[in-house]
Protein backbone atom coordinates (compact mmCIF):
# COMPACT_ATOMS: atom_id res chain seq x y z
CA UNK A 1 0.00 0.00 0.00
CA UNK A 2 1.62 3.69 -1.12
CA UNK A 3 2.13 5.54 1.99
CA UNK A 4 0.35 8.60 0.91
CA UNK A 5 -3.15 6.32 1.17
CA UNK A 6 -2.50 4.40 3.78
CA UNK A 7 -3.81 7.02 6.24
CA UNK A 8 -7.16 7.86 4.13
CA UNK A 9 -7.73 3.50 4.15
CA UNK A 10 -7.04 3.30 7.90
CA UNK A 11 -9.29 6.14 8.77
CA UNK A 12 -12.23 4.86 6.44
CA UNK A 13 -11.82 1.59 8.09
CA UNK A 14 -11.97 2.81 11.78
CA UNK A 15 -14.55 5.75 12.23
CA UNK A 16 -18.56 5.79 11.38
CA UNK A 17 -19.94 6.82 8.65
CA UNK A 18 -21.69 9.94 10.28
CA UNK A 19 -19.25 9.96 13.71
CA UNK A 20 -19.37 13.48 15.54
CA UNK A 21 -15.20 13.73 16.52
CA UNK A 22 -13.59 16.03 18.32
CA UNK A 23 -9.88 16.06 17.06
CA UNK A 24 -6.96 16.96 19.26
CA UNK A 25 -4.67 18.95 17.00
CA UNK A 26 -1.35 20.37 18.75
CA UNK A 27 0.09 22.14 15.44
CA UNK A 28 2.70 19.07 15.16
CA UNK A 29 3.24 16.59 11.81
CA UNK A 30 0.95 13.84 13.52
CA UNK A 31 -2.08 15.83 14.63
CA UNK A 32 -1.89 17.79 11.37
CA UNK A 33 -1.41 14.84 9.02
CA UNK A 34 -4.70 13.34 10.75
CA UNK A 35 -6.62 16.87 10.56
CA UNK A 36 -6.04 16.86 6.71
CA UNK A 37 -6.96 13.12 6.20
CA UNK A 38 -10.24 14.02 8.07
CA UNK A 39 -10.98 16.82 5.68
CA UNK A 40 -10.66 14.78 3.02
CA UNK A 41 -12.99 12.67 4.09
CA UNK A 42 -15.62 14.49 5.74
CA UNK A 43 -17.99 14.97 2.61
CA UNK A 44 -17.61 11.20 1.49
CA UNK A 45 -18.18 10.11 5.00
CA UNK A 46 -20.72 12.56 6.48
CA UNK A 47 -18.56 13.35 9.64
CA UNK A 48 -18.93 15.94 11.85
CA UNK A 49 -15.45 17.38 12.93
CA UNK A 50 -14.27 20.29 15.46
CA UNK A 51 -10.84 20.61 17.12
CA UNK A 52 -9.57 21.04 20.19
CA UNK A 53 -6.25 22.72 21.13
CA UNK A 54 -4.60 23.08 24.34
CA UNK A 55 -1.88 25.61 24.91
CA UNK A 56 0.19 24.17 27.90
CA UNK A 57 2.10 28.05 28.25
CA UNK A 58 5.46 26.64 28.35
CA UNK A 59 7.08 28.18 25.41
CA UNK A 60 7.29 31.36 24.01
CA UNK A 61 6.37 29.74 20.53
CA UNK A 62 2.70 27.78 21.66
CA UNK A 63 0.76 31.46 21.18
CA UNK A 64 1.74 31.00 17.52
CA UNK A 65 0.69 27.23 17.20
CA UNK A 66 -2.42 28.18 18.82
CA UNK A 67 -3.25 31.07 15.98
CA UNK A 68 -1.12 28.68 13.56
CA UNK A 69 -4.24 25.77 14.19
CA UNK A 70 -7.01 28.39 14.77
CA UNK A 71 -6.48 30.01 11.17
CA UNK A 72 -6.38 26.27 9.45
CA UNK A 73 -9.45 25.82 11.30
CA UNK A 74 -11.40 29.06 9.72
CA UNK A 75 -9.74 28.46 6.49
CA UNK A 76 -11.80 25.19 6.29
CA UNK A 77 -14.82 26.27 7.98
CA UNK A 78 -15.00 24.28 11.47
CA UNK A 79 -15.08 24.91 14.94
CA UNK A 80 -11.83 25.53 16.93
CA UNK A 81 -12.04 25.12 20.98
CA UNK A 82 -8.53 26.42 22.27
CA UNK A 83 -8.03 26.32 26.44
CA UNK A 84 -4.71 27.27 27.61
CA UNK A 85 -3.63 25.50 30.95
CA UNK A 86 -3.37 27.35 34.53
CA UNK A 87 0.25 27.19 35.83
CA UNK A 88 1.64 23.86 37.18
CA UNK A 89 1.34 23.51 40.67
CA UNK A 90 4.88 22.62 42.37
CA UNK A 91 5.95 19.00 42.29
CA UNK A 92 3.30 17.74 39.58
CA UNK A 93 4.57 15.50 36.84
CA UNK A 94 4.51 17.53 33.91
CA UNK A 95 3.16 14.77 31.64
CA UNK A 96 0.63 13.52 33.66
CA UNK A 97 -0.55 16.69 35.09
CA UNK A 98 -0.69 18.26 31.38
CA UNK A 99 -2.47 14.95 30.49
CA UNK A 100 -5.45 14.92 32.97
CA UNK A 101 -5.80 18.71 32.39
CA UNK A 102 -6.17 17.45 28.18
CA UNK A 103 -8.83 15.17 28.59
CA UNK A 104 -10.65 17.14 31.29
CA UNK A 105 -10.84 19.80 28.64
CA UNK A 106 -11.64 17.39 25.89
CA UNK A 107 -14.67 15.94 28.01
CA UNK A 108 -16.01 19.46 28.68
CA UNK A 109 -16.40 20.00 24.73
CA UNK A 110 -17.28 16.59 23.86
CA UNK A 111 -20.66 17.49 26.37
CA UNK A 112 -20.60 20.89 25.27
CA UNK A 113 -20.62 19.96 21.52
CA UNK A 114 -22.80 16.71 21.39
CA UNK A 115 -19.86 15.08 20.04
CA UNK A 116 -19.10 11.40 20.37
CA UNK A 117 -15.42 10.94 20.72
CA UNK A 118 -12.14 12.47 20.64
CA UNK A 119 -9.84 11.41 17.74
CA UNK A 120 -6.12 11.42 18.44
CA UNK A 121 -2.99 11.37 16.67
CA UNK A 122 -1.00 8.64 18.43
CA UNK A 123 0.60 6.53 16.33
CA UNK A 124 2.73 3.16 16.35
CA UNK A 125 5.92 4.81 17.88
CA UNK A 126 4.12 6.35 20.66
CA UNK A 127 2.54 2.90 21.60
CA UNK A 128 6.26 1.64 21.61
CA UNK A 129 7.71 4.75 23.69
CA UNK A 130 5.07 4.58 25.89
CA UNK A 131 5.46 0.62 26.75
CA UNK A 132 9.38 0.97 27.09
CA UNK A 133 8.60 3.98 29.06
CA UNK A 134 6.42 2.14 32.08
CA UNK A 135 9.17 -0.58 31.63
CA UNK A 136 11.97 1.43 32.66
CA UNK A 137 9.75 3.47 35.50
CA UNK A 138 9.26 0.11 36.75
CA UNK A 139 5.57 0.39 35.71
CA UNK A 140 2.92 -2.30 34.42
CA UNK A 141 3.65 -1.93 30.36
CA UNK A 142 -0.04 -1.28 29.90
CA UNK A 143 -0.36 0.41 26.33
CA UNK A 144 -2.46 2.88 24.92
CA UNK A 145 -5.79 1.19 23.29
CA UNK A 146 -7.34 2.52 20.55
CA UNK A 147 -10.38 2.55 22.38
CA UNK A 148 -10.93 4.03 25.37
CA UNK A 149 -14.45 4.19 26.48
CA UNK A 150 -14.13 6.24 29.92
CA UNK A 151 -12.05 8.67 28.17
CA UNK A 152 -14.20 8.54 24.76
CA UNK A 153 -11.20 8.41 22.99
CA UNK A 154 -9.96 7.05 19.74
CA UNK A 155 -7.07 6.47 18.87
CA UNK A 156 -7.54 5.45 14.79
CA UNK A 157 -3.74 5.73 13.76
CA UNK A 158 -1.69 3.85 16.09
CA UNK A 159 -1.21 0.89 13.26
CA UNK A 160 0.74 3.49 11.45
CA UNK A 161 4.26 4.65 11.73
CA UNK A 162 5.58 7.82 11.93
CA UNK A 163 7.07 6.96 8.44
CA UNK A 164 3.87 6.36 6.81
CA UNK A 165 2.37 10.05 8.57
CA UNK A 166 5.75 11.77 7.26
CA UNK A 167 5.31 10.06 3.74
CA UNK A 168 1.74 11.04 3.92
CA UNK A 169 2.73 15.39 4.45
CA UNK A 170 5.10 15.33 1.81
CA UNK A 171 3.02 14.10 -0.57
CA UNK A 172 -0.28 16.18 0.29
CA UNK A 173 2.19 19.35 1.25
CA UNK A 174 0.89 19.35 4.60
CA UNK A 175 1.80 22.42 6.51
CA UNK A 176 2.47 21.86 10.39
CA UNK A 177 4.76 23.63 13.29
CA UNK A 178 8.02 21.84 14.83
CA UNK A 179 8.14 21.68 19.05
CA UNK A 180 10.69 22.38 19.78
CA UNK A 181 10.71 20.76 23.51
CA UNK A 182 10.53 17.46 21.77
CA UNK A 183 14.15 17.75 21.60
CA UNK A 184 14.52 18.11 25.22
CA UNK A 185 15.99 15.15 26.42
CA UNK A 186 15.09 16.46 30.51
CA UNK A 187 12.02 14.08 29.15
CA UNK A 188 12.08 10.31 29.59
CA UNK A 189 9.68 10.48 26.79
CA UNK A 190 12.09 12.35 24.61
CA UNK A 191 15.25 10.18 25.97
CA UNK A 192 13.45 7.33 24.90
CA UNK A 193 12.31 8.65 20.94
CA UNK A 194 15.51 10.11 20.76
CA UNK A 195 18.41 7.69 22.46
CA UNK A 196 16.98 4.26 22.89
CA UNK A 197 14.69 3.64 19.94
CA UNK A 198 17.52 4.44 17.44
CA UNK A 199 19.92 2.19 19.36
CA UNK A 200 17.04 -0.45 19.06
CA UNK A 201 16.24 -0.17 15.30
CA UNK A 202 19.92 0.19 14.71
CA UNK A 203 21.28 -3.18 16.80
CA UNK A 204 18.20 -5.40 16.08
CA UNK A 205 16.58 -4.07 12.44
CA UNK A 206 14.21 -1.69 11.47
CA UNK A 207 11.53 -4.06 12.30
CA UNK A 208 11.63 -3.43 15.80
CA UNK A 209 9.45 -1.16 16.26
CA UNK A 210 7.11 -3.35 14.63
CA UNK A 211 7.26 -6.11 17.08
CA UNK A 212 7.35 -3.97 20.06
CA UNK A 213 4.31 -2.65 19.05
CA UNK A 214 2.69 -6.22 18.26
CA UNK A 215 4.06 -6.89 22.06
CA UNK A 216 2.24 -4.21 23.59
CA UNK A 217 -0.80 -4.95 22.12
CA UNK A 218 -0.79 -8.53 22.94
CA UNK A 219 0.30 -7.60 26.65
CA UNK A 220 -2.73 -5.15 26.95
CA UNK A 221 -5.11 -7.48 25.94
CA UNK A 222 -3.48 -10.13 28.58
CA UNK A 223 -3.27 -7.04 31.66
CA UNK A 224 -7.16 -6.23 30.38
CA UNK A 225 -8.64 -9.93 30.75
CA UNK A 226 -7.34 -9.69 33.76
CA UNK A 227 -8.56 -6.80 35.32
CA UNK A 228 -12.10 -8.41 33.96
CA UNK A 229 -11.14 -10.94 36.18
CA UNK A 230 -10.51 -9.10 39.39
CA UNK A 231 -13.81 -6.93 38.24
CA UNK A 232 -15.85 -10.42 38.46
CA UNK A 233 -14.18 -11.40 41.97
CA UNK A 234 -14.67 -8.28 43.56
CA UNK A 235 -18.88 -8.71 42.33
CA UNK A 236 -19.11 -10.82 45.86
CA UNK A 237 -18.31 -7.99 48.02
CA UNK A 238 -20.94 -5.54 46.56
CA UNK A 239 -22.97 -4.30 49.59
CA UNK A 240 -20.78 -4.98 52.06
CA UNK A 241 -19.37 -2.41 54.58
CA UNK A 242 -15.84 -2.07 53.38
CA UNK A 243 -13.39 -2.77 56.13
CA UNK A 244 -16.18 -4.63 58.17
CA UNK A 245 -15.17 -8.18 59.71
CA UNK A 246 -17.44 -9.95 57.03
CA UNK A 247 -16.15 -8.03 53.97
CA UNK A 248 -12.61 -9.06 55.09
CA UNK A 249 -13.53 -12.66 55.56
CA UNK A 250 -15.09 -12.19 52.54
CA UNK A 251 -12.23 -10.61 50.86
CA UNK A 252 -9.54 -13.15 52.19
CA UNK A 253 -11.30 -15.95 50.64
CA UNK A 254 -11.52 -14.31 47.43
CA UNK A 255 -7.75 -13.74 47.69
CA UNK A 256 -7.25 -16.93 48.19
CA UNK A 257 -8.84 -18.47 45.52
CA UNK A 258 -7.42 -16.53 42.93
CA UNK A 259 -3.51 -16.11 41.54
CA UNK A 260 -1.22 -13.16 42.76
CA UNK A 261 -1.52 -11.28 39.84
CA UNK A 262 -5.47 -11.36 40.22
CA UNK A 263 -5.86 -10.65 43.82
CA UNK A 264 -3.12 -7.41 43.22
CA UNK A 265 -5.78 -6.11 41.37
CA UNK A 266 -8.90 -7.04 43.36
CA UNK A 267 -7.24 -4.99 46.28
CA UNK A 268 -6.31 -1.89 43.99
CA UNK A 269 -9.99 -2.16 42.53
CA UNK A 270 -11.23 -2.15 45.69
CA UNK A 271 -8.81 0.49 47.71
CA UNK A 272 -9.15 3.21 45.01
CA UNK A 273 -11.88 4.98 46.30
CA UNK A 274 -9.83 5.62 49.11
CA UNK A 275 -6.66 6.39 47.75
CA UNK A 276 -5.44 9.45 46.10
CA UNK A 277 -4.18 7.32 42.86
CA UNK A 278 -4.15 3.27 41.99
CA UNK A 279 -2.10 1.63 44.18
CA UNK A 280 1.19 0.71 42.14
CA UNK A 281 1.70 -2.96 41.67
CA UNK A 282 4.39 -2.79 44.79
CA UNK A 283 2.28 -1.23 47.23
CA UNK A 284 -0.94 -3.91 45.87
CA UNK A 285 1.10 -6.95 46.25
CA UNK A 286 2.44 -5.12 49.77
CA UNK A 287 -1.33 -4.98 51.00
CA UNK A 288 -2.59 -8.13 49.12
CA UNK A 289 -0.01 -10.12 51.71
CA UNK A 290 -1.15 -7.99 54.77
CA UNK A 291 -4.77 -8.45 54.26
CA UNK A 292 -3.96 -12.72 54.29
CA UNK A 293 -1.49 -12.20 57.09
CA UNK A 294 -2.19 -11.58 61.20
CA UNK A 295 0.24 -8.38 60.72
CA UNK A 296 -1.41 -5.36 62.81
CA UNK A 297 -1.07 -2.59 59.80
CA UNK A 298 0.85 -1.37 57.04
CA UNK A 299 1.68 2.13 55.65
CA UNK A 300 1.19 2.90 52.08
CA UNK A 301 1.57 5.66 49.76
CA UNK A 302 0.17 9.11 50.04
CA UNK A 303 0.96 8.76 54.30
CA UNK A 304 -1.99 6.34 54.59
CA UNK A 305 -2.39 3.62 57.23
CA UNK A 306 -4.51 0.16 56.99
CA UNK A 307 -4.53 -1.13 60.66
CA UNK A 308 -6.63 -4.07 62.45
CA UNK A 309 -9.63 -3.16 64.33
CA UNK A 310 -12.53 -5.22 65.39
CA UNK A 311 -12.13 -7.93 63.15
CA UNK A 312 -11.72 -5.97 60.42
CA UNK A 313 -9.80 -3.00 59.26
CA UNK A 314 -9.69 0.73 59.44
CA UNK A 315 -7.76 3.56 56.99
CA UNK A 316 -5.88 6.38 58.69
CA UNK A 317 -4.12 9.22 57.18
CA UNK A 318 -0.65 9.69 59.25
CA UNK A 319 0.42 12.98 60.25
CA UNK A 320 3.50 14.78 59.18
CA UNK A 321 5.83 15.07 62.19
CA UNK A 322 6.90 18.34 62.79
Avoid at 25 to 36: A, E, I, N, P
Avoid at 92 to 116: H, I, K, M, P
Wanted: aromatic content about 6%; hydrophobic content about 35%.
Amino acid sequence: MNEKDVLIETLSEKLLEEGRYLIAVSGGLDSMSLLHGLLRLQKGMSLTLEVAHVDHGLREASEDERAFVEECCMEHGIPCHATRLPERPAGENLENWGRQWRYAFFEQVLGERNLDWILTAHHQQDLVETLLMRILSNKEPRALPERNEKLRALRPILGLSREDLEEYSRHHGVQYREDESNRDEGFLRNRVRHSLLPFLRDRFGSSVLENLSSQSRSLEEELSALDVLAEERTASLSGMEFGSKSWLRALRVVLEGVPVAIGCRVVRRLFLPHTQSPLSRYSSRQLRDFLLSSNVAIQLPNALEVRRKDGGIVLKELKAEC
